[in-house]
């Protein structure tokens, strides 16, 4: 299927040249996103193209853009051993979290999903469920015209807020554009539901990797992990406290704890400044 849908995307670039300048991808909206294209594949609808920024990505560390080796293999080896899980358990659906803020859960969310759209057999959602401090656009320098938060409180559909990164296959992303007000309510309306059931429904079994808060800011990830499969923990050497893991730990009672990722460790910086 994987390469049926490498060849969807490619005739949809190519059709896209041979259009007048200034509508590489069709019709677009003041961010760059297409207003009437439609890619469709046995993976999944892919319902825009939108623009990153590779300086933008470089900055934030965010792979391909970043040259560094051990950054990038250090991502394909976690990517290996989620996706092993995941498969094992027909899992589909994974929160990226950690205990407290700045222990690099968006960035380690925002690589693993690329890592993942790397394996041809798989295709990813990449999805800001931080509602109450999204940054998943900023890491790719993706503007959005409407994001998750617009969806969720009714001014949007799940059509205007998926976006495809130009440029990279098999992933789509789907950002919030600002802090919303009573983020727990949101993630557990019926909207939300409907937007996990059309996930659900796209072909050839997708993951969906959701960028969440940390678990002792608020209760976000308590109210949405009933909805979800499994849930990855990210701790940092230097700021993630013992006590503190633990508390978040006990929250989480008896999850699909995939395991803890630990970043910026003393170890991993001799030989990449990304950890």
């Known amino acids: 299927m994987s390469s049926m849908f490498e060849k969807v995307v490619k005739e949809a670039k190519r059709a896209a040249?041979?259009?007048?300048?200034?509508?590489?991808?069709?019709?677009?909206?003041?961010?760059?996103?297409?207003?009437?294209?439609?890619?469709s594949s046995g993976l999944f609808r892919i319902l825009s193209f939108a623009s990153v920024e590779p300086v933008t990505?470089?900055?934030?560390?965010?792979?391909?853009?970043?040259?560094d080796r051990a950054a990038v293999t250090a991502y394909k080896l976690l990517r290996t051993?989620?996706?092993?899980?995941?498969?094992?358990?027909?899992?589909?659906?994974?929160?990226v979290t950690g205990a407290g803020p700045g222990e690099g859960k968006t960035l380690t969310a925002c690589n693993l999903a690329v890592s993942i759209s790397k394996d041809v057999n798989q295709s990813v959602f990449l999805v800001d469920l931080d509602l109450q401090r999204p940054s998943v656009a900023k890491y790719f320098g993706l503007e959005a015209d409407a994001g998750l938060g617009d969806?969720?409180?009714?001014t949007a559909e799940i059509e205007d807020i998926v976006y495809a990164p130009k440029d990279m296959d098999r992933i789509a992303i789907i950002p919030n554009r600002g802090p919303v007000e009573n983020p727990s309510e949101l993630l557990t309306s019926p909207r939300m539901r409907d937007l996990l059931k059309w996930l659900k429904g796209q072909g050839g079994a997708p993951m969906a990797?959701?960028?969440?808060p940390p678990v002792l800011a608020c209760?976000?990830?308590?109210?949405?992990?009933?909805?979800?499969?499994?849930?990855l923990m990210i701790a940092s050497e230097g700021r993630t406290d013992r006590e503190g893991l633990s508390r978040a730990l006990d929250l989480l009672g008896d999850c699909n704890l995939l395991g803890v990722v630990l970043n910026r460790s003393r170890e991993r910086s001799k030989v990449s400044p990304y950890y």
């Open 151 to 154: 969806y969720l409180n009714g």
């Open 219 to 231: 209760d976000d990830v308590l109210a949405f992990y009933p909805s979800a499969d499994a849930l």
């Open 17 to 39: 040249t041979q259009r007048p300048p200034g509508s590489r991808y069709g019709a677009t909206g003041e961010h760059g996103k297409t207003k009437d294209d439609t890619v």
């Open 209 to 212: 990797i959701f960028d969440m």
């Open 57 to 67: 990505m470089e900055r934030n560390k965010i792979i391909p853009a970043v040259e």
């Open 81 to 95: 051993r989620v996706l092993h899980r995941m498969r094992s358990h027909k899992w589909r659906n994974l929160i």
